[in-house]
Nanobody
């Protein structure tokens, strides 16, 4: 059974940074491409970023390109999202998932960008 546990969210001022983590268990993490998705209040799920199983290929939504960096540590079964230059519109519940549609996502971690 896929289990994903997100952490690292919080309240940050515009322009600040956060690093999200996602601990994976119950499946062979190193064999799966992974994604981060987010859901802002009152909106649907939005794909944010993806990384292939080996970590050598990444992709980003235009809204976060140049500000966010996805990475993974297959030895630790952990996925990361480094978020820099945060904006108010980045406020959302962030999930890691096994695909860009949010499959297998956990409970999420809240990111709030506000002054």
């Amino acid at each position: 059974e896929v289990q994903l546990v997100e952490s690292g969210g919080g309240l940050v001022q515009p322009g600040g940074s956060l690093r999200l983590s996602c601990a994976a268990s119950g499946f062979t993490f190193s064999s799966y491409a992974m994604s981060w998705v987010r859901q802002a209040p009152g909106k649907g799920l939005e794909w944010v970023s993806a990384i292939n199983s080996g970590g050598g290929s990444t992709s980003y939504a235009d809204s976060v390109k140049g500000r966010f960096t996805i990475s993974r540590d297959n030895a630790k079964n952990t996925l990361y999202l480094q978020m820099n230059s945060l904006k108010a519109e980045d406020t959302a519940l962030y999930y890691c998932a096994t695909d860009r549609w949010g499959s297998g996502r956990g409970q999420g971690t809240q990111v709030t960008v506000s002054s």
